[in-house]
């Protein structure tokens, strides 16, 4: 079966970095998404990799390793606004997205 | 993005009565899903339209029917539903072009009561 799996929970304090890990394995692999889900709120789009290594964006940077079917997003100097939930999508070889059930980081003062 | 909206953002519904959610999405995408989004749980595809046409339904009870007349809407049908119903269901929209990202944008979601 597919499977993705990532850390139901993680803490990290205001200022710090944290890396929230993904691990897939599916039917192929055409792509893997990191998204930002606030409480109550909609899911957002924070990066895409589909080649191997690090894209970086801002405060925020997401890696792939295809041959270890692993990715990371690295936050950095985190904000009280960082704390939310952090999804890992993985796009198999029918171009469907397999989600992960997403990674819950709170952020203390 | 706000792109895709959703309405209602909150519903409470008994198991006899019968209502509807909408999404509507102004990006021009091609592609629009319903997702069902339960605590702890990866998001659950349900339904998707291409070009308006059906071109996935994942084994969802009858209980639940979409309707898509335009590229822009999407309506998902309630009748009969029961308490384990109740999540969070998610509307998404992207541009499918079977290359790139494809990235698929969000609305807000309707909360879902059953009692």
């Known amino acids: 079966g597919q499977n993705i799996d990532q850390p139901t929970e993680m803490t990290a304090t205001e200022g710090a970095i944290v890396q929230i890990n993904c691990t897939y394995q599916?039917?192929?692999?055409?792509?893997l998404f990191w998204y930002q889900q606030h409480a109550g709120e909609a899911p957002t789009f924070l990066s895409y990799?589909?080649l191997d290594g690090l894209e970086e964006k801002g405060r925020f940077s997401s890696f792939l390793s295809r041959s270890k079917g692993y990715s990371y997003l690295l936050l950095k100097e985190l904000q009280m606004k960082d704390s939310a939930s952090y999804l890992c999508?993985?796009?198999?070889?029918?171009?469907?997205?397999?989600w992960g059930a997403g990674t819950k980081l709170i952020i203390k003062p | 993005e706000t792109g895709v909206t959703q309405t209602p953002r909150h519903l409470v519904m008994g198991m006899t009565n019968k209502k509807s959610l909408k999404c509507e999405q102004h990006?021009?995408?091609?592609?629009m899903y319903w997702y069902k989004q339960s605590a702890k749980k990866p998001l659950e595809l349900m339904f998707v339209?291409?070009?308006?046409?059906?071109?996935e339904n994942n084994s969802v009870p009858s209980r639940f029917s979409p309707e898509c007349p335009n590229s822009s809407h999407l309506f998902l049908h309630l009748h009969t539903l029961q308490p384990e119903d109740s999540a969070l269901y998610l509307c998404?929209?992207?541009?499918?072009?079977?290359?790139?990202?494809?990235?698929?944008?969000f609305g807000p979601g309707t909360r879902l009561t059953v009692l």
């Open positions: 999508a993985v796009r198999d070889s029918n171009y469907q997205l397999i």
């Open positions: 339209y291409n070009f308006k046409e059906q071109t």
């Open positions: 990799n589909v």
């Open positions: 990006l021009g995408h091609n592609a």
């Open positions: 998404a929209s992207s541009q499918e072009s079977g290359q790139g990202p494809d990235t698929q944008y």
């Open positions: 599916t039917s192929g692999f055409n792509g």
